[in-house]
């Protein structure tokens, strides 16, 4: 395999059959059965995400996307098999996979290593592959309770707006594993023009917490989450801190909107988890 491919995912085993392959600050999870295994979220796709799994696993590969955003999406055009997404994503997908939009992310990022200089975020030679980039037709909508037999392994699809409209979350039953990635976490950002309001995502968050589950694995982290986290997940949604929350940078993802992140009303020094959300949409 190429050097530079392997100097840009980091791989991780976290539980038996399950591997977080980390790239750019982002993970994405390759969750293996008997017969298949499954790809969930592809990154920004700045190296081949599938060469980096074919040395992991040569089962027949399923992708999802639990949203459009292009850190879970970019890497999509590496697999020739379909993409499983929600169709209200669809349009966030296609606006965050322009090659325009690709490169922009991309000089973001070189920023962002300048300034954080032992951590390369951008490898040194980014495949150059727009063409593929922008294959808008290789896709299979998927919805609520949508299962996929994988082996003697099932991935169910859990629909969680918040984040995104179409933020989806993928359930394995068998080993009692949720994987949310952006729609749920311990500071879901949900400022963004794309984003639901606070309620919506209250809603998702109770419909989690009836599914039979002992982890979470979130889209930015490798840690392993529990049923306690998401208790307090919900708990910063429902009680929020608004007179000690922080005013912080939207920028360019939501033009105009000044967010907030906001801890629970208990936690006033910050300790637990939190949420970003625009103060204008849950007046
Ligand atoms: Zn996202
Ligand atoms: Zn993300």
């Known amino acids: 395999m190429e050097k530079e491919i392997k100097k840009t995912y980091l791989v991780k085993k976290l539980i038996d059959g399950v591997y977080g392959i980390t790239s750019s600050g982002v993970v994405s999870?390759?969750?293996?059965?008997?017969?298949?295994?499954?790809?969930?979220?592809?990154?920004?796709?700045?190296?081949?995400?599938?060469?980096?799994?074919?040395?992991?696993?040569?089962?027949?590969?399923?992708?999802?996307?639990?949203h459009g955003h292009i850190d879970h999406t970019g890497g999509n055009f590496y697999f020739d098999t379909p993409v499983y997404i929600h169709e209200k994503d669809v349009e966030l997908y296609k606006?965050?996979?322009?090659?325009?939009?690709?490169r922009y992310m991309e000089n973001r990022l070189k920023i962002i290593d300048r300034i954080i200089f032992w951590r390369t975020l951008v490898p040194k030679h980014p495949e150059d592959t727009d063409e593929g980039r922008v294959n808008f037709s290789n896709w299979h909508f998927v919805k609520e309770g949508d299962r996929f037999d994988l082996g003697d392994l099932t991935a169910e699809v859990i629909e969680i707006p918040g984040h995104t409209q179409g933020s989806i979350a993928i359930y394995f039953p068998e080993k009692k594993l949720l994987i949310t990635s952006d729609g749920a976490n311990a500071a879901t950002w949900l400022y963004?023009?794309?984003?639901?309001?606070?309620?919506e995502y209250?809603?998702?968050?109770?419909?989690?917490?009836?599914?039979?589950?002992?982890?979470?694995?979130?889209?930015?982290?490798?840690?392993?989450?529990?049923?306690?986290?998401?208790?307090?997940?919900?708990?910063?949604?429902?009680?929020?801190?608004?007179?000690?929350?922080?005013?912080?940078?939207?920028?360019?993802?939501?033009?105009?909107?000044?967010?907030?992140?906001?801890?629970?009303?208990?936690?006033?020094?910050?300790?637990?988890?939190?949420?970003?959300?625009?103060?204008?949409?849950?007046?």
């Not at 606006?95 to 690709?102: G, L, S, V, Y």
């Open 29 to 66: 999870f390759l969750v293996i059965g008997k017969e298949k295994a499954c790809i969930v979220d592809t990154a920004y796709g700045f190296a081949d995400l599938k060469a980096m799994v074919r040395e992991i696993t040569d089962l027949p590969l399923i992708v999802f996307n639990t």
């Open 95 to 102: 606006k965050h996979n322009e090659p325009a939009f690709h």
């Open 192 to 199: 963004l023009p794309e984003s639901t309001d606070l309620s």
């Open 202 to 283: 209250i809603n998702s968050l109770h419909k989690l917490e009836k599914y039979d589950f002992n982890s979470i694995l979130t889209g930015h982290s490798v840690k392993l989450f529990n049923r306690g986290d998401l208790e307090n997940w919900i708990k910063v949604a429902e009680h929020p801190g608004l007179n000690h929350a922080k005013e912080v940078k939207g920028g360019d993802f939501a033009p105009g909107v000044k967010p907030l992140q906001v801890w629970a009303e208990d936690d006033v020094k910050h300790k637990g988890p939190s949420i970003v959300i625009d103060p204008e949409k849950i007046k």
